[in-house]
């Protein structure tokens, strides 16, 4: 915070200290999800023939197979899930956790048995996930009131404060 900052005629003292205030004030939310997480090893969409008539098909489910340290697990999911992979680019090797809940996938990163795939490469490796396919997760999230503020100001998709979650 820089005295010229504070004396500018531009915004009030009050507003200026204010803001400041709602940055330094933090909040850490401690959240437990169930989760389904690991190394995919197989991911396969089952089409079937679109209902309203045409020519294309459409994803009526996914199969995907998760391995972790502990075992492997075959899942069969909802088609929205699938988009929610696709957005984020999932591919067979990356390791993902899917959220139970709400069935919002998250890439952690690439398997690190293919990290001698390629000499060079702007991936992340991680680590093949300890434990079973299915379990409880511990997130946790440090978010200050000015974020909060920020996320309430520009509501995306009626989610407000939902939009900082991960």
Not at 71 to 96: A, F, H, R
Not at 131 to 147: A, F
Not at 150 to 162: E, R, S, T, V, Y
Request: charged share 35%.
């Amino acid at each position: 915070m820089v005295g010229s900052e504070v004396y500018s005629s531009e915004v009030k003292k009050t507003e200026i200290l204010m803001e400041n205030f709602r940055r330094a004030i933090g909040l850490r939310i401690k959240e437990t999800k169930e989760v389904w997480e690991g190394e995919v090893t197989e991911l396969k969409p089952e089409e079937k023939e679109d209902p309203h008539g045409g020519y294309g098909k459409i994803v009526s489910s996914v199969i995907v197979t998760l391995k972790t340290s502990k075992g492997t697990k075959q899942l069969k999911l909802d088609p929205s899930i699938y988009e929610n992979m696709q957005k984020e680019k999932v591919s067979v090797g990356d390791v993902i956790y899917i959220e139970a809940s709400s069935g919002n996938c998250k890439r952690v990163g690439r398997s690190d048995s293919y990290a001698t795939e390629y000499d060079l490469e702007a991936e992340e490796y991680v680590p093949l996930p300890k434990g079973d396919v299915h379990k409880k997760k511990e997130i946790v999230q440090d978010v200050t009131l000015h974020d909060l503020d920020l996320a309430n100001a520009k509501p995306q998709g009626g989610q407000d404060f939902m939009s900082l979650m991960g």
